[in-house]
């Protein structure tokens, strides 16, 4: 069976700096995929990033990039020029390859506070 | 297209209640998901659908607990009877086969006193 875990509780970070979310998982399968999903306080679950596990590059979006290491099975999110909209509930979900990408198991959450 | 559409938005029932949550996916999706969020647990899959037949239903908690898909574009979870501790968001998810991302709705929360 497949494990996420988040082990940051809580965070908080000032505006404009940079942050790091950590993530690590557990999984005997070779194949798979990893999310940062974010859940502002209107509770809407919104795709932040999305990372193939067979592509050793790591994603970047605009100010998300994650770093992934595989052989650790380490997921982590950096958020850049943080902003006070950023401010959410952040879960790191992982997918099975071949299993449909709204089958997901999910990290227990990571709050973040952006402070003006 | 709205998106996935969840109601009721916020649910308050008594004990020994029977309670339904409905759920609306994006037109044109075969991949239909219930999600339950607690403090305690985080986000965990209850049961999915894949063109409008139930594939896995290990997550749901107990009997007490069911789903239905009766076409396409509807969706319900149903508890029955409701206890306190099935106090959670209950969150709705649609997705495509092959899709890249699946989609959630706004979440019912529910509160069962």
């Known amino acids: 069976a497949q494990t996420v875990t988040q082990s940051q ?5 000032q ?9 690590t998982y557990d999984t005997s399968e070779s194949n798979y995929y990893l999310f940062w999903y974010k859940q502002p306080p209107s509770r809407q679950m919104i795709l932040v990033i999305r ?30 020029d943080s902003q006070l909209g950023d401010t959410a509930m952040y879960f790191c979900a992982f997918m099975k390859r071949g299993d449909n990408t ?7 959450g990571t709050t973040l506070q952006v402070k003006p | ?4 559409i969840q109601s009721p938005r916020h649910e308050v ?3 020994g209640q029977e309670v339904t949550l409905r759920c609306k996916p994006i037109s044109g999706h075969d991949y239909l998901f219930w999600y339950r969020q607690t ?15 139930p594939i896995d239903d290990s997550g749901m908690p107990e009997d007490r607990f069911s789903a239905k898909m009766p076409n396409a574009s509807f969706s319900t979870l149903k508890i029955q009877p409701s206890e306190p501790r099935d106090s959670a968001v209950y969150f709705c998810a649609s997705s495509t086969y092959r899709a890249t991302e699946a989609f959630f709705g706004q979440g019912t929360r529910l509160t069962v006193v």
Do not use: H, W
Not at chain 1, 9 to 13: G, I, K, L, Q, Y
Not at chain 2, 1 to 4: E, H, L, N, Q
């Open chain 1, 102 to 108: 709204g089958k997901l198991i999910f990290g227990q």
């Open chain 1, 9 to 13: 509780p809580e965070m908080s970070v």
């Open chain 1, 51 to 80: 990372q193939e596990a067979y592509k050793q590059q790591n994603a970047t979006e605009n100010r998300f990039s994650v770093n992934f290491q595989k052989a650790a099975k380490s997921f982590s999110l950096k958020i850049s």
């Open chain 2, 13 to 15: 029932t008594e004990m």
């Open chain 2, 1 to 4: 297209d709205a998106g996935v």
């Open chain 2, 39 to 53: 403090m305690m647990r985080g986000l965990e899959l209850l049961i999915y659908f894949n063109n409008n037949v």
């Open chain 1, 15 to 23: 505006e404009a700096e940079t942050v790091t979310l950590s993530c």
